[in-house]
């Protein structure tokens, strides 16, 4: 995915004499999800840490960012979108069978292992429960395939980054 994203938006800021950002391939890290909340209005994370788009809820990532040397013609700044969580019963929280979101953030190393486990085989198969149990944009949810993709990719980054570190 890393490297499909980063050939496609290379071409595309070529094309437009942009520099691109990835959120991705080591330091120095750039704060995409600030700039998200600048570019689309968004005010605040959701209660799983990451950002709640107000038409498309869970169901939309960054996967690069471009610095363009001139404003587009038609541009707007955007103007501050509704926070689709308030109000919400936070479904979300209450789903996720081993706890990996609280008040402390959101513990991966936990959510891991859990994916790793026979009991973890319906994230796997399906994604993270937390994510799908958010009642806003249900119909924009990835496809099967898509989610056993990231899901195994987020699995097998913590095992990677534990063996790596195991040597040292």
Known sequence: MDRWSKRTIDALAADLGAIAFYP?????????LAWARRAEGLRSPSPLGMLIHPQHGLWHAYRGAMALPYVPDG??????APIPCNGCARPCLQTCPVRAFGADGYNAAACRRHL???AGQACM????????????APHLSY????????MQAFR???AAATAGSAGT
């Open 125 to 136: 198969e399906g994604g993270c429960l937390a994510r799908r149990a958010c009642p806003v």
């Open 24 to 32: 991705f391939g080591g330091p120095p890290y750039r704060p995409f």
């Open 143 to 150: 496809a099967a395939a898509q989610t056993q993709f990231h």
């Open 116 to 118: 790793a486990s026979p």
């Open 156 to 158: 097998d980054a913590g």
């Open 75 to 80: 541009w707007e700044a955007p103007t501050a």
